[in-house]
């Protein structure tokens, strides 16, 4: 099923996701019969129904789309003995269907809707986003009140589903930190429920009759245990009036829900947990328990999170990675209905100091009153809390999966009375929360130790989410932008493209769409070219480097500093590059827009590559390179691209091996680095994208004034790829202690993206492996079969300038238990045989055309993502009439045409399969049972 939601402690960030606005409520409008109006705060209006149903609308015209979130209030927490794991598992089992709706997943695909579910310790939601369609809205309505009450439930579903569930468990296992986070949570906890993993108890999930399941599903799948989120371009009365005739017809259950009524004592000493497994990631984790979202501590304690934990200027960071104690380290709060834990992280190399980072990271958080948390330090979390809120309360979409903690916590007015909140906490608030929590006798890192005056952390009641809000009214909303139509056609028309001949090879070109948006955000993406495969011979990791290391220092400003700019400028910053291009991506605010390309056009032509973060970054890198030595993926990965390699040695492209990049990056000086800016950089020639609201004419001048003078040393010329004929090959590598498998498989072809047969192809690719839930080999691998949690495939086809490059390629990734990957190449084989041989429907094809094309008037409705494709339009020399025309012909695609196509292009013979596991594990398991794949 879709993947769980992470815990907070796998975030390991500080993630706030409001804005700010103003101190004024919003009065809904008169609600439909059958439904009670309740508070507004900035545009979002909640409606309740006499079933208990809670309706949250979010309308903004200016959002050419809709996203839909159904929040249960049910989790890990509400699994009692013999049930966990029973949430995520029921989470799994509404995408099998109900009598009305047999097919789920392919509705959704056939729909082009983007929907997914999650799986939490206390909620469980399902989402869905697609462009603004009454039908589409009604339909997926219809479909929610119609599983809330009615999916099968059924014990052939949950057979087959078993297996799934058991290779995500085995999935996760893989994970150092996941196994280490789930040891020391467990541990944390005596009594409470939030002890429990979410994947929960193989035993559990593996034996749980379906009676239990069904009787689970009846308990908290009801209209009073659930908040619906209608966001982005609905109309408020009607989408009411569409919610009534579905969900009023769902009753409200005459036995109320069990109420839970443990609490966590206090914990009486340090405790330790210790895991022992394959690998090669030391890791070291210290929780302590907090108080509950609602209590006040809450927002000083959110304030501490980024002050240890923000990269680069945490004290943790500065403490540990900067010191070469820890190659990376993360910290994580959480807020949940019940007290929760605050987290801290920290990733050592190979060879650290173990017992000398151990000493330091628990000084860093328990001993804070030796250096207590200033003024300054507490206000520049508050600018990062701050430019978080703006930045996520233009999405619309994201604010309605962002209530779903608040709502869980109590309130979904939480949300703002959090942001506000942070607006008032003081340093003396963080010492006294710093002080007051963050104290051995409530540590779990790994250690018992006896004391004879043993100190209890007393967590305080916290108090109800009604008392909190009293009085409560929120601030203005956010101003909106205009209503912009995102077809090829309009896109066009509102562009305007512009060439700054800067006497280097193509110039400076520039696409500049001005437009109204939401909060005055505007969209900036760059790419500039440079260097040619002569020229960067034995210069590919410096050149990697230096790209990675720009954002880390240039002239008269530090890496901490440039982040402290850019968040000044509530600009989300990229900048970087790679072997032959310089790339510049921004999100910024109107107001903010001139500075912040300043500031990146700085970054980018003065970079200085301190000698402490070159260190700290070849630690991060050596660190992560050892770390992947044991997994299936990377060594699966590994020898294909081996196998698969066209160039020779010593060309910039050529496949290095792990350990060949552990030597290159171990042998790299800073010099290499800073040698390779200084020769190769440029920016006179490339592309240029700029979307949003701005003065196209200030910004031409600008852009023009920043990057057109800054010619590169050696010219550009790209690097020509083609098809090469690869043999195929089987290969199969042993990982010990690593119960999730690998298999990789690709074959290459000859193809262009103006290829007559690309969009047959894609249309193909699509039927195939297109999605785990509805696909071919979702159908016959996930679906029937129960063998893998994720499986699909890809279609890649190249691109050039000249159109003559025409290296592409056909590939299938799958995971699952090590002794079920033979029936996975088994089955992958037989369904591309028999896509070959049978060819593609009728029914399929119409289906794949429909979610393909709504996929991509999707994608036209994310500024970034137009924003990307003027920066290739203008590379290739193309309009957006390329797009029209691909969708043109998608339309005009027939089953004759595509198994044509298919029959031309598809070898499966010649797909080269790479599985990796733990088969001598495995010998002693029985693989799942196949069923008999059918027609």
Avoid at 889 to 912: G, M, W, Y
């Amino acid at each position: 099923m879709p993947p769980r939601r992470p815990v907070a402690i796998a975030a390991l960030a500080f993630a706030l996701s409001l804005a700010l606005g103003g101190a004024h409520a919003q009065a809904p409008q008169p609600p439909p019969a059958g439904f009670q109006a309740g508070p507004c705060v900035e545009g979002i209006c909640e409606y309740r129904m006499s079933n208990g149903l809670r309706v949250l609308l979010f309308p903004d015209a200016t959002q050419p789309t809709v996203t839909l979130n159904l929040i249960y209030a049910v989790g890990s927490l509400q699994e009692n003995y013999g049930e966990t794991g029973m949430a995520h598992l029921l989470e799994h089992m509404l995408f099998k269907g109900t009598p009305s709706h047999r097919d789920i997943p392919g509705e959704m695909k056939k729909r082009g809707i983007g929907f997914n579910a999650q799986t939490s310790l206390d909620r469980t939601n399902y989402f869905a986003s697609f462009p603004a369609n009454d039908a589409t809205l009604d339909w997926l309505l219809g479909l929610e009140a119609d599983r809330m009450v009615h999916s099968d439930i059924a014990r052939k579903d949950l057979d087959s589903e078993m297996t799934v569930v058991r290779n995500e468990m085995e999935n996760g296992e893989n994970s150092e930190v996941s196994a280490l986070s789930e040891r020391v949570r467990s541990t944390a906890y005596l009594w409470h429920h939030y002890g429990n993993s979410t994947i929960g108890a193989r035993s559990d999930v593996e034996h749980v009759p379906i009676e239990r399941l069904q009787a689970y599903y009846r308990a908290w799948y009801r209209p009073d245990n659930a908040t619906l989120v209608l966001t982005g371009r609905i109309d408020p009365a009607k989408t009411l009036g569409t919610v009534a005739r579905y969900f009023g017809a769902v009753p409200k259950p005459a036995e109320p829900m069990r109420a839970f009524y443990t609490r966590e004592p206090a914990q009486d000493g340090e405790r330790e947990v210790t895991v022992r497994r394959v690998g090669d990631l030391r890791l070291l984790m210290a929780a302590y328990h907090i108080p509950a979202a609602t209590h006040a501590d809450a927002a000083p304690l959110g304030i501490l999170d980024d002050i240890l934990g923000h990269t680069p200027g945490g004290r943790l960071y500065k403490a540990l990675v900067e010191t070469g104690l820890a190659a990376s380290i993360g910290v994580g709060g959480e807020q949940m209905p019940d007290p929760g834990l605050l987290t801290a992280l920290a990733a050592l190399p190979k060879d650290g100091d173990v017992a000398k980072a151990e000493q330091v990271l628990i000084e860093q958080l328990e001993q804070i009153q030796k250096k207590p948390i200033s003024a300054e330090e507490v206000e520049a979390a508050k600018q990062r809390a701050r430019n978080s809120f703006e930045r996520a309360y233009t999405n619309v979409g994201a604010v309605a999966m962002a209530l779903s903690d608040p709502v869980v916590a109590g309130d979904w007015r939480l949300y703002f009375q959090y942001r506000d909140a942070l607006e008032k906490v003081t340093a003396d608030d963080v010492n006294r929360v710093a002080r007051a929590y963050l104290q051995s006798s409530n540590r779990t890192f790994g250690r018992f130790v006896p004391t004879q005056a043993p100190q209890r952390v007393t967590i305080p009641e916290a108090p109800t989410a009604a008392s909190v809000l009293q009085g409560y009214t929120g601030k203005l909303a956010l101003e909106a932008g205009e209503h912009f139509d995102p077809t090829p056609a309009n896109i066009e028309a509102r562009t305007q493209t512009i060439t700054l001949d800067t006497g280097v090879g193509q110039g400076l070109k520039l696409a500049l769409l001005p437009k109204k948006t939401r909060g005055g955000t505007v969209i900036v993406s760059a790419n500039f070219h440079f260097a040619d495969t002569d020229s960067l011979r034995g210069r590919d990791t410096a050149g990697n480097v230096a790209g990675a290391l720009m954002m880390r220092g240039s002239q008269e400003l530090s890496r901490e500093q440039i982040d402290a700019r850019f968040e000044a400028l509530k600009t989300t910053a990229r900048i970087g590059g790679g072997l032959q291009s310089a790339r510049i991506g921004l999100t910024t605010r109107r107001e903010q827009l001139s500075d912040a390309l300043a500031l990146a056009a700085k970054v980018l032509r003065t970079p200085t590559y301190p000698d402490k973060e070159f260190e700290q970054y070849r630690l991060q890198a050596i660190t992560g390179l050892e770390a992947s030595r044991q997994e299936p993926g990377q060594i699966a990965s590994q020898a294909l691209a081996q196998h698969f390699d066209p160039w020779p040695a010593g060309h910039p492209l050529h496949f290095k091996s792990l350990d060949e990049s552990l030597a290159a990056i171990k042998a790299l000086k800073v010099e290499d680095v800073r040698a390779f800016h200084r020769e190769f950089y440029g920016s006179a020639e490339g592309e240029i994208s700029v979307i949003g609201d701005f003065d196209p004419a200030a910004v031409k001048q600008q852009l023009q004034a920043l990057f057109a003078d800054w010619k590169p040393r050696h010219a550009y010329a790209p690097i020509p790829t083609h098809y090469i004929d690869v043999a195929a090959e089987q290969r199969r590598f042993e990982t010990p202690d690593k119960p999730n498998g690998v298999l990789l498989a690709n074959v290459n072809l000859s193809l262009k993206d103006i290829d007559p047969d690309y969009p047959a192809l894609v249309a193909a690719n699509y039927i195939l492996g297109g999605g785990t839930l509805k696909s071919r080999l979702g159908d016959r691998i996930r679906q029937k079969e129960g063998l893998s949690y994720g499986v699909g495939s890809d279609l890649d086809a190249d691109a050039s300038r000249d159109g003559r490059d025409d290296a592409g390629s056909w590939s299938v990734q799958a995971i699952a238990a090590p002794e079920n990957l033979e029936q996975v190449e088994r089955a992958m084989r037989e369904e591309l045989a028999r896509l070959v041989k049978d060819g593609v429907g009728a029914e399929e094809l119409k289906d794949a055309v429909s979610g393909l094309l709504t996929q991509r008037e999707q994608a036209r409705a994310s500024d970034p993502a137009v924003a990307g494709g003027w920066v290739s339009n203008l590379f290739y020399g193309r309009t957006m009439q390329f797009a029209a025309d691909l969708d043109a012909k998608f339309k005009a695609l027939t089953v004759e045409s595509v198994n044509a196509a298919i029959r031309r292009h598809l070898k499966p013979e010649q797909f080269s399969v790479y599985a990796a596991g733990d088969f001598a594990a495995a010998k002693n398991k029985a693989p799942v049972k196949a069923k008999a794949a059918g027609p």
